[in-house]
Structures are given as structure tokens and as C-alpha cells.
């Protein structure tokens, strides 16, 4: 399923077939978090925005409009148009970020809606169900999201269980797999490696989940309190532990440099809100640096947010018009926003595969890394 054709230094390409069709790696998944991306951006954009993955949510889709509700509809990717592969998160960080009061236990985890407060159940076989129903190509298994800095006695606990969870994740979704009524009875499971700052903690997960032989691996609990080096240091620690074999995937990350960093440790596979929800307050990320859509330096300027772009948006509009919408609370500008960002992200892993086509991935690393984090 995962073939690597070249690489530079610890940098992959590959390629990555699946049911759903065939993806290009290096790649970055577009977060279409209840089915759609926020700023009115539907699926049919994804298309002409370069996007190869759709992810989904599966906490947020599970309490509206339920997965029994979109099973019944065809599955997530007839419920959205998206007709690509999709992965589903398996709800665990949405459990740990978004809920208030959460009662950990061996069988799972109960805790109240964000929504409406009632009480619900998530455990590793309810994940794999709701991910069942939803149809996805590509199933995370269901962890729990370590705060860091967390304790080590408390880390390495938590690891422990995580893993007797992915043994129960595994048997269920083979089990559901194998149902008459499944929508995607080849959906894959990906493992997660957990195990905060700490570095043996950390090796022995992931030792211990790669004895699985499962078709991908993820790198959780990065990107949420400690600083870019130690992310940096905890991928160059895991990595080499990680099945060469199998796409690996670095979950929540990140900015462009982030990106560019993590590939030349030889991360397959990103995902992130950032393009989006930064676009919604005008924040643009460009080949020059990221710029601020709202400054009064636009008020008059006549050129396309990035004048190195080709998306849909730099062809058709100009930065005074795209502050002007912004300033007057328009939605077209959050739109408009969004679709350039999208395009950006998904462009930068275009050129990022090039460059590995091509063999210049080195150069192309150290100009994006010295660039594309500046402040305009």
C-alpha cells in the first residue's frame, strides 16, 4: 500500500494507495472538522485547492449529526461530496481538549457534550464504530491526549493503557470490517504514538505499537504546550523506531517551517487548522512571509495576496478588495482567505515532493525555513 521512491538525507517521497484512491507523500489533510472547512469552503473547492485528504472529526460528527445519521446517508464522503480518501480522528483529543469535567477509566472515558452537557461514553470500541459508520478510508485509534508537561509516573501509565486500548481498536475494527453492512470494509487503522517530552518513554511506545504491524503510524500529543526544539528532538527520537515501511504521520502540526522541519526528519503525513482558522482572521501565509490582509497599508494595494501564487483567489482578487471585505465583516473574505491559505499549504507539499523528485530537497528545506516564517 505505501511505496517510498525517493529520499534525501531522512526525507520521503511515496506513494500511498489506499480504497479511495492514491496519495501522493508527502501531504498535508485539509480539516474539514463537522464535514465542511470553516470559512464556507466546501469539499467541491478542496478539488482546485489541490487537496488529496479530507479529515474529519469524528467527536463532532458523532454528537451532530450523528454517525448513525451519516452511515444512513452513504458515509462521510457521500455526505460531503468529497469523493477522495478521508481520515478520521478518533475523537480522543476533542475528549481531553473540549470537555470540562472527564472521568479516565480502563473501559474508556465518560464525560459531558461541549454542546449540551449530556453525558456520553467513548471507548476504544465506540471510536472504531463511529469511525465504522462513518465510512473513513483511514480510522485513528483511540488514546488519550497527554497534557505536557505531564508527570513521568502519570505518562508512562497513560501510555501503557493507550496501548492496551489500539489491542481492543484492532480486534474491533476487524471485527466491524468484516460486517455485510460496512461502508468500507478495507478501512485501515493507524496506531499513535504517545509519551509527552519523555525520550524512553516515548522509544518504548512506540516499540511496543510498531509490533502491531498496522498499515500507519502517528505521533501524538506534539504541538500542545512544548516549544518547536523539543517537538523537533521527540521526532528525531521516534522516528528512527518507526516502521520504515508504513506512511508516518505527525498530527496537529503545524506552521509552513514546522512542516518543512518535520519532513526532513521524515514525517509522511500533516494535518492542521491553522491555514484556516488564521485566514478567518486574515492572516495569509505567502512566499514571502505571512502578512496581516487587515493592515491600512492595503487599503490601495492593487496585488494578489501572494504575487507567486496561481490559486483561484490570487488570480481574481486583490488585497485592497480582500481588506475591504474583511473590515465590512463580509464572509467572502474569510472565504476568500481560507481558499488562498489551502492552496498555500497544500501547494508548499507539492513543491516539497517536487524537490525530492528532483533531488534538491536540501535547498529548497533551508530558503522555506529562512522565508516562509517571517512576519511581512
Not at 478510508?137 to 489500539?166: G, H, V
Not at 491555514?275 to 482572521?281: D, F, K, T, V, W
Amino acid at each position: 500500500m505505501f511505496n517510498i521512491t525517493k529520499t534525501e538525507g531522512a526525507a520521503r517521497r511515496g506513494v500511498f494507495k489506499t480504497p479511495h484512491g492514491t496519495i501522493e507523500t508527502p501531504f498535508f489533510m485539509n480539516v474539514a472538522t463537522c464535514g465542511a472547512i470553516k470559512g464556507a469552503v466546501s469539499a467541491l473547492d478542496l478539488k482546485q485547492l489541490g487537496c488529496q485528504v479530507e479529515l474529519c472529526n469524528t467527536y463532532h460528527l458523532h454528537l451532530r449529526p450523528t454517525d448513525e445519521v451519516v452511515k444512513q446517508l452513504g458515509g462521510i464522503r457521500a455526505f460531503t461530496r468529497w469523493d477522495g480518501p478521508v481520515l478520521t480522528d478518533s475523537g480522543g483529543f476533542q475528549v481531553f481538549s473540549l470537555a470540562k469535567l472527564r472521568n479516565i477509566r480502563e473501559e474508556g472515558v465518560y464525560f459531558n457534550s461541549h454542546i449540551d452537557g449530556r453525558k456520553i461514553f467513548m471507548s476504544p470500541e465506540a471510536s472504531m464504530q463511529i469511525q465504522s459508520n462513518l465510512g473513513s478510508t483511514i480510522a485513528m485509534a483511540f488514546d488519550e491526549c497527554i497534557e505536557n508537561p505531564s508527570p513521568y509516573d502519570y505518562t508512562k501509565q497513560s501510555i501503557e493503557r493507550t496501548t492496551r486500548w489500539l489491542h481492543r481498536c484492532k480486534i474491533e475494527l476487524e471485527r466491524l470490517n468484516s460486517l455485510e453492512d460496512t461502508i468500507n470494509p478495507q478501512q485501515m487503522l493507524f496506531g499513535i504514538n504517545q509519551g509527552g517530552t519523555y525520550d524512553d518513554l516515548r522509544t518504548e511506545h512506540m516499540k511496543q505499537i510498531a509490533e502491531l504491524d498496522l498499515p500507519g503510524y502517528a505521533v501524538g500529543g506534539l504541538a500542545v504546550g512544548e516549544t518547536a526544539e523539543e517537538m523537533y528532538h521527540i521526532l528525531d527520537v521516534v522516528t528512527e523506531f518507526m516502521p520504515k515501511n508504513k506512511p508516518r504521520y505527525l498530527m496537529g502540526v503545524g506552521t509552513p517551517v514546522n512542516i518543512l522541519e518535520a519532513v526532513h526528519r521524515g514525517i509522511d503525513m500533516f494535518d492542521c487548522v491553522m491555514p484556516s482558522r488564521n485566514a478567518r482572521h486574515g492572516q495569509i501565509f505567502t512566499k514571502q512571509g505571512i502578512r496581516n490582509i487587515k493592515n491600512a497599508k492595503y487599503a490601495l494595494d492593487t496585488q494578489p495576496l501572494d504575487t507567486e501564487c496561481s490559486c483561484p483567489v490570487c488570480q481574481s482578487f486583490d488585497r485592497a478588495y480582500i481588506r475591504h471585505l474583511f473590515k465590512s465583516e463580509e464572509m467572502l473574505g474569510m472565504r476568500l482567505a481560507v481558499m488562498h491559505n489551502l492552496y498555500f499549504y497544500n501547494n508548499l507539499l507539492k513543491e516539497i515532493r517536487e524537490s525530492l523528485d528532483n533531488g534538491n530537497f536540501e535547498q529548497y528545506y533551508r530558503q522555506g525555513v529562512e522565508k516562509y516564517g517571517n512576519r511581512i
